[in-house]
């Protein structure tokens, strides 16, 4: 059985950092790209940052560009996405989630629907 958990999440205030982890279990993902999405209240799931099979160079939504990095360590089946100076408009739930098939080098070419495994979600408040 698949299992992706978020964890990190909690409250902080502008321009703090946050270091969200995602643990796989049931299966070996070194083979799939991995990627983090976050839902905010009344807005639609939106891309934030995904990492490629290989360990290659990361792609990231302009909105986050320059302040989170995404790591991941394939042989703790473990994914990381580091937020630095964090903004209000960063509050959102945070999921991680894993593609079915390695389609692609680069990990921006995957769309949502490639995503096949998801988590819970973590949420993430950004407020003073």
């Known amino acids: 059985q698949v299992q992706l958990v978020e964890s990190g999440g909690g409250l902080v205030q502008p321009g703090g950092s946050l270091r969200l982890s995602c643990a796989a279990s049931g299966f070996t993902w070194e083979y799939y790209a991995i990627g983090w999405f976050r839902q905010a209240p009344g807005k639609e799931r939106e891309g934030v940052s995904c990492i490629s099979t290989s360990d290659g160079p990361p792609n990231y939504a302009d909105s986050v560009k320059g302040r989170f990095t995404i790591s991941r360590d394939n042989a703790k089946n473990m994914v990381y996405l580091q937020m630095n100076s964090l903004k209000p408009e960063d509050t959102a739930v945070y999921y991680c989630?894993?593609?079915?098939?390695?389609?692609?080098?680069?990990?921006?070419?995957?769309?949502?629907?490639?995503?096949?495994?998801w988590g819970q979600g973590t949420q993430v408040t950004v407020s003073s």
């Open positions: 989630a894993v593609t079915s098939a390695t389609l692609y080098y680069s990990c921006a070419d995957y769309v949502e629907d490639d995503y096949a495994y």
